[in-house]
């Protein structure tokens, strides 16, 4: 069973630019949620997808913006990065019906 | 919506000796709670969790309490080794989302 893999695992953008983050789910599940997590805090839950449809979001503005494909796997979109928007972002799979998350090792997104 | 709260923010206890990490959250409703360990550089790993309708659950050495009247759920290691060093963070879950604590920094000293 393979695990939750995101990429890349670091990146440096400059103010004002756009990011894609990708995500592949772990093995058998269909939902997808990204998450933000600032230095020394707790991940903040962005959205979530399942069936290639947003299913809930978190308090985030409408830049940003995800994508779900038919392998389950998944896309962040960040766009007019602000240097706030620097952190570690998390991708955890779930399957429907089952309440355990898993997550990846994260993204480390540093906007100068 | 939901709130958890998590203390202390940071604990350091010698090795061998036990480790109590306690949370508080807000919504009644919620009904499952688990833990998250992570490591330098790495995402959150689901060490345990507790559903609403049990009040202990234990795995090896770590255990979990939850007091759904108080609102309060509680992580205990026992016989802590150096691995166990690492950032804690209690959750609720919360309709599609999962609700996290600010966690808990354990030191394990030698």
């Known amino acids: 069973e393979t695990g939750v893999t995101q990429s890349p695992t670091h990146l440096i953008k400059t103010r004002g630019q756009q990011v894609t983050l990708r995500c592949s789910s772990q093995?058998?599940?269909?939902?997808v949620s990204w998450y933000q997590q600032a230095l020394g805090q707790g991940p903040q839950f962005i959205f979530q997808?399942?069936?290639?449809?947003?299913?809930g979001r978190g308090n985030f503005p409408p830049r940003f913006s995800g994508l779900q494909f038919p392998n389950y796997s998944s896309e962040l979109n960040v766009n007019a990065l602000e240097l706030d928007d620097s952190a570690l972002y998390l991708c955890?799979?779930?399957?429907?019906?089952?309440?355990?998350?898993?997550f990846g090792q994260g993204t480390r997104l540093t906007v100068v | 919506g939901e709130n958890v709260e998590q203390h202390p923010s940071t604990l350091s206890v010698q090795e061998g000796d036990s480790a109590v990490i306690k949370c508080t959250y807000s919504?009644?409703?919620?009904?499952?709670f688990p833990w998250y360990k992570q490591e330098l550089g790495k995402g959150p790993q689901l060490i345990i969790d507790i559903r609403s309708n049990v009040g202990e659950k234990k795995d090896q050495r770590i255990a979990v309490t939850l007091n759904k009247t108080a609102k309060h759920f509680s992580l205990h290691i026992t016989e802590t080794q150096p691995e166990d060093s690492a950032v804690y963070f209690c959750a609720a879950k919360e309709d599609d989302k999962i609700i996290f604590g600010k966690g808990t920094r354990l030191h394990i000293l030698p």
């Open positions: 919504d009644s409703a919620s009904n499952y």
């Open positions: 955890a799979s779930s399957s429907t019906g089952v309440t355990e998350a898993f």
């Open positions: 093995s058998g599940h269909n939902t």
């Open positions: 997808y399942y069936r290639e449809e947003e299913n």
